[in-house]
């Protein structure tokens, strides 16, 4: 069973910066891609950056490239994602996911739920 604790979110004015972390355990994590998303109200879960646990790799929701980082530090089983530049339209419920198959943009293919960090940019 992997577990996932995502750290505090947070409040920021419109031009802000937040750096979320996930600390992720369990057995045979090198199998696991990690991947963000993020919910805002009365919307679908969206995919915001997936990374390879060994490989590296990082990859994102092409809107969010430039802005959003995924990052992952192994010595500590933590992922990492550094937000920038944030936009009132970042606001949402931040989720951390481990997938067993490959990773990926769809909800659908990750296992394992952190259980959310709210993120809220003012204007």
């Known amino acids: 069973q992997v577990q996932l604790v995502e750290s505090e979110g947070g409040s920021v004015q419109t031009g802000g910066s937040l750096r979320l972390s996930c600390v992720v355990s369990?057995?045979?994590?090198?199998?696991?891609?990690m991947g963000w998303f993020r919910q805002a109200p009365e919307k679908e879960r969206e995919f915001v950056a997936a990374?390879?646990?060994?490989?590296?790799?990082?990859y994102y929701n092409k809107s969010l490239k430039g802005r959003f980082t995924i990052s992952r530090d192994s010595t500590k089983n933590t992922v990492y994602l550094q937000m920038n530049s944030l936009k009132p339209e970042d606001t949402a419920v931040y989720y951390c996911?481990?997938?067993?198959?490959?990773?990926?943009?769809?909800?659908?293919?990750?296992?394992?739920w952190g259980q959310g960090t709210q993120v809220t940019v003012s204007s």
């Open positions: 369990g057995p045979a994590l090198s199998r696991y891609a």
């Open positions: 996911a481990a997938s067993s198959n490959f990773g990926g943009s769809s909800p659908h293919r990750y296992d394992y």
């Open positions: 990374i390879s646990w060994t490989a590296g790799n990082p």
